[in-house]
């Protein structure tokens, strides 16, 4: 090869790798959500915007403070479950989600997730059915952006009752996910 082919191939490839910097790149919806109906038919599940948190804090300063505020959303920490089941209902994602941004504006900040069953099943089905509920609320907010490291997820199963009575309003409030921070446990 000559020098001046080399000198106009170099001068060619140069141009290219110059032309493919500049291009702008197109912007990407994002990807669709379903869930699906008690007959199995796909829905789309439309996106609902977060409501602001305020994570100043109040008397004292610390950002930890909005979590003991009862008129801070941050202050409800469960979400409960339906019989058998493990998905967040869609009325418990606005809590999941201010929980993750929190989480997100405070890296300091660590939760433990206590997934919990009501006494109906064994004791191994019900650690298990626990352990499935409190990885939900972990997966919900490792997908909101919340590090891994920030979370625990755990199985107390049937031994932490929030009711001990034999009913199904009792087992309704023992079918949840507790959310602690730092402190708290």
Same mark, same amino acid.
């Given at each position: 090869?000559? +020098?001046? =082919?080399?000198?106009?191939?170099?001068?060619?490839?140069?141009?290219?790798?110059? +032309?493919?910097? +500049?291009?702008?790149?197109?912007? !990407?919806?994002?990807?669709?959500?379903?869930?699906?109906?008690?007959?199995?038919?796909?829905?789309?599940?439309?996106?609902?915007?977060?409501?602001? #948190?305020?994570?100043?804090?109040?008397?004292?300063?610390?950002? =930890? @403070?909005?979590?003991?505020?009862?008129?801070?959303?941050?202050?409800?920490?469960? #979400?409960? =479950?339906?019989?058998?089941?493990?998905?967040?209902?869609? !009325?418990?994602?606005?809590? #999941?989600? +201010?929980?993750?941004?929190?989480?997100?504006?405070?890296?300091?900040?660590?939760?433990?997730? !206590?997934?919990?069953?009501?006494?109906?099943?064994?004791?191994?089905?019900?650690?298990?059915?626990?352990?499935?509920?409190?990885?939900?609320?972990?997966?919900?907010?490792?997908?909101?952006?919340?590090?891994?490291? !920030?979370?625990?997820?755990?199985?107390?199963?049937?031994?932490?009752? @929030?009711?001990?009575?034999?009913?199904?309003?009792?087992?309704?409030?023992?079918?949840?996910?507790?959310?602690?921070?730092?402190?708290?446990?």
């Amino acid at each position: 090869m000559g +020098a001046k =082919f080399k000198a106009v191939l170099t001068a060619i490839v140069a141009a290219g790798v110059l +032309a493919a910097c +500049a291009t702008t790149p197109e912007e !990407q919806a994002p990807a669709g959500v379903e869930g699906r109906k008690p007959g199995g038919e796909p829905t789309a599940v439309k996106p609902q915007p977060v409501k602001p #948190v305020d994570v100043t804090g109040k008397p004292s300063g610390s950002p =930890f @403070a909005v979590l003991k505020d009862p008129n801070n959303i941050l202050s409800k920490r469960s #979400v409960y =479950f339906d019989f058998d089941k493990f998905d967040v209902k869609e !009325q418990y994602r606005p809590l #999941v989600e +201010a929980h993750a941004k929190f989480l997100r504006e405070n890296p300091s900040a660590k939760m433990l997730i !206590q997934g919990n069953a009501d006494e109906r099943g064994s004791r191994e089905y019900n650690v298990g059915l626990g352990q499935r509920r409190s990885d939900a609320v972990k997966k919900m907010l490792q997908l909101l952006g919340v590090k891994d490291n !920030q979370m625990e997820a755990v199985s107390l199963g049937e031994e932490k009752p @929030a009711c001990t009575e034999h009913g199904e309003d009792c087992y309704a409030k023992n079918r949840r996910d507790d959310m602690l921070y730092n402190g708290e446990y």
